[in-house]
């Protein structure tokens, strides 16, 4: 099978054997039941639990080593999505991997929409049910989870995640590295700063500065 711009099957690695690591091969497995020339090769952490082992290995998925081992034994597979939930995880690991060979793959699965003029980053992840508007842009290596919805001309800096359910409203702007919990809500024309938390069920109604942690309905920080 050849894909549209003709480099063929892609072969994509997952970083990550938790939770969110195997989320995504459910992305990827999607994609390639509907027809997408992806092919999951396994799953690289650098300690994953026994646990995640048994997890990965009733799934039939390999287990392929630490980074580094992956790095240094696989000439080929060098395409890879970060499946770390921690923004600042995924940042480190983003980092540590540059310069290496290895590309960052964009996983959408099927089931997401999208509308006219969103760019995608490389490296994103954007889970079943998600509901991208118009003119939005998703930074490298954001984590969009199941059933998020995004508004329109929104933009999502680099690393963003956010969780299950939340809801980002008209251009809101997100900045590096910022967490939005699960059913979060943002209201529109806001701008989260870089590394801000954003607790789960919050409704958000102001500017939030970089770096605090936002609780409550209207949100808080210290
Ligand atoms: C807001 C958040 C970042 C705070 O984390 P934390 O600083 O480690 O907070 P703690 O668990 O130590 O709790 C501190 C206090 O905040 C309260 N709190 C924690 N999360 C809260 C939330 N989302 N909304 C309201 N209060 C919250 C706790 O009850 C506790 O209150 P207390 O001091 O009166 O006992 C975190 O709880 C959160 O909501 N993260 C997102 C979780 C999520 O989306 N999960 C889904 C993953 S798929």
């Given at each position: 099978?050849?894909?549209?711009?003709?480099?063929?099957?892609?072969r994509?690695?997952?970083?990550?054997a938790?939770?969110?690591?195997?989320e995504?091969l459910?992305v990827?497995?999607a994609?390639?039941?509907?027809?997408?020339?992806v092919?999951?090769?396994?799953?690289?952490?650098?300690?994953?639990?026994?646990?995640?082992m048994?997890?990965?290995a009733a799934?039939?998925v390999?287990?392929?080593?630490?980074?580094?081992?992956?790095?240094?034994g696989d000439?080929?597979?060098?395409r890879?999505?970060?499946?770390?939930?921690s923004?600042?995880?995924?940042?480190?690991?983003a980092?540590r991997?540059?310069?290496?060979?290895?590309?960052?793959?964009?996983?959408?699965?099927?089931?997401?929409?999208f509308?006219?003029?969103?760019?995608?980053?490389?490296?994103a992840?954007?889970?079943?049910?998600?509901?991208?508007?118009t003119?939005?842009?998703?930074?490298?290596?954001?984590?969009?989870?199941?059933?998020v919805?995004?508004g329109?001309?929104?933009v999502l800096?680099?690393?963003v995640?956010?969780?299950?359910g939340?809801?980002?409203?008209?251009?809101?702007?997100l900045?590096?590295?910022?967490?939005?919990?699960?059913s979060?809500?943002?209201?529109?024309?806001?701008?989260?700063g870089?590394?801000?938390?954003?607790?789960?069920g919050?409704?958000v109604?102001?500017?939030?500065?970089?770096?605090?942690?936002?609780?409550?309905?209207?949100?808080?920080?210290?």
């Amino acid at each position: 099978m050849t894909s549209p711009d003709g480099f063929g099957l892609e072969r994509v690695v997952v970083v990550g054997a938790s939770g969110f690591g195997r989320e995504c091969l459910d992305v990827l497995e999607a994609m390639a039941a509907a027809g997408s020339p992806v092919e999951v090769v396994g799953v690289v952490d650098d300690g994953p639990s026994e646990l995640n082992m048994e997890r990965l290995a009733a799934r039939g998925v390999a287990y392929l080593g630490t980074v580094d081992e992956w790095l240094a034994g696989d000439a080929v597979t060098r395409r890879y999505v970060l499946g770390i939930g921690s923004p600042a995880v995924r940042r480190r690991l983003a980092a540590r991997l540059e310069g290496t060979g290895a590309r960052p793959f964009t996983a959408i699965h099927p089931s997401a929409t999208f509308g006219a003029r969103v760019a995608k980053g490389e490296g994103a992840v954007v889970c079943a049910g998600v509901a991208v508007s118009t003119n939005v842009r998703l930074g490298r290596h954001v984590h969009l989870n199941p059933n998020v919805t995004v508004g329109h001309d929104a933009v999502l800096s680099d690393f963003v995640s956010v969780n299950p359910g939340a809801v980002i409203s008209g251009e809101v702007v997100l900045g590096t590295a910022a967490l939005v919990g699960a059913s979060a809500t943002l209201l529109q024309n806001l701008w989260i700063g870089k590394g801000a938390l954003i607790g789960a069920g919050a409704v958000v109604t102001r500017n939030v500065p970089a770096g605090v942690v936002v609780k409550g309905v209207p949100g808080t920080w210290d």
